[in-house]
């Protein structure tokens, strides 16, 4: 069974840390993944997208890396803002399952200036 | 351009009714996706549209649910007969295949069931 998991749950972090989320998952045929951002109350915004061709994607203060044979993810943000604080998922396309997502429960990240 | 819009933003029903709740995936985008999130649960997958072919319903979790997508554009997710269970927010996305299937989510549905 496919499944996403992301560590740790929750995190706080006084603004201007550099912090790191991690993502695993537990199966290496990965096709892409994607990190999304959520606010309260709010859809999904999508962050960054790594092939698995890929071993990184950056995107201003955002660096997502990939490493298939480990199966796991991080995304890496870089002197955080109280702005950055939400919650923030990753999720998998798999091969056998190439139509949908598959997601982590997400960490909520809370930046305190 | 214009992200993916859902509607309505919040219902509100009585158990045992039906609701209908509807998508506008971004224009030119091919492929549309309905998810399901509740507490406890997280995100779950629920029918993936591509273009004219077959819908991909393996993540529908009964046959009170089904959804349509109509002339390659909206999309309606049906939920009959209402139970409480069903309350959570239900999220569309669409994607384009030349863009890696990269999904765009819209704001979701607040759907509670009382």
């Known amino acids: 069974k496919q499944e996403v998991t992301q560590i740790p749950a929750a995190l706080s972090v006084p603004e201007g840390e550099n912090l790191v989320l991690n993502c695993s998952f537990t199966?290496?045929?990965?096709?892409?993944l994607q990190w999304f951002r959520q606010d309260p109350g709010k859809g999904l915004t999508s962050l960054l997208l790594?092939?698995?061709?890929?071993r990184e994607q950056t995107s201003g203060r955002l660096n997502a890396s990939l490493d298939k044979s480990s199966g796991r993810s991080t995304l890496y943000i870089a002197a955080s803002q109280p702005g950055d604080s939400a919650t923030y998922l990753c999720?998998?396309?798999?091969?056998?399952?190439?139509?949908?997502?598959?997601f982590g429960a997400g960490t909520r990240l809370a930046v305190h200036p | 351009g214009a992200g993916v819009s859902q509607s309505p933003s919040n219902k509100v029903t009585e158990k045992g009714k039906d609701v209908e709740l509807r998508c506008d995936p971004i224009?030119?985008?091919?492929?549309l996706y309905w998810y399901r999130q509740s507490l406890g649960q997280g995100l779950e997958f629920l029918i993936y549209?591509?273009?004219?072919?077959?819908?991909?319903k393996s993540g529908l979790p009964s046959d009170r649910f089904s959804a349509e997508r109509t002339g390659g554009s909206v999309s309606t997710l049906t939920i009959q007969r209402t139970q409480q269970e069903d309350s959570a927010v239900y999220l569309c996305?669409?994607?384009?295949?030349?863009?890696?299937?990269?999904?765009?989510f819209g704001p979701g549905t607040r759907l509670t069931v009382l």
């Open positions: 996305a669409s994607s384009f295949p030349e863009s890696l299937h990269e999904q765009f």
């Open positions: 199966d290496s045929a990965i096709y892409n």
């Open positions: 790594i092939q698995s061709s890929q």
């Open positions: 999720a998998g396309r798999f091969s056998g399952g190439y139509n949908k997502l598959i």
């Open positions: 224009s030119g985008h091919t492929a």
């Open positions: 549209f591509q273009g004219n072919s077959a819908p991909d």
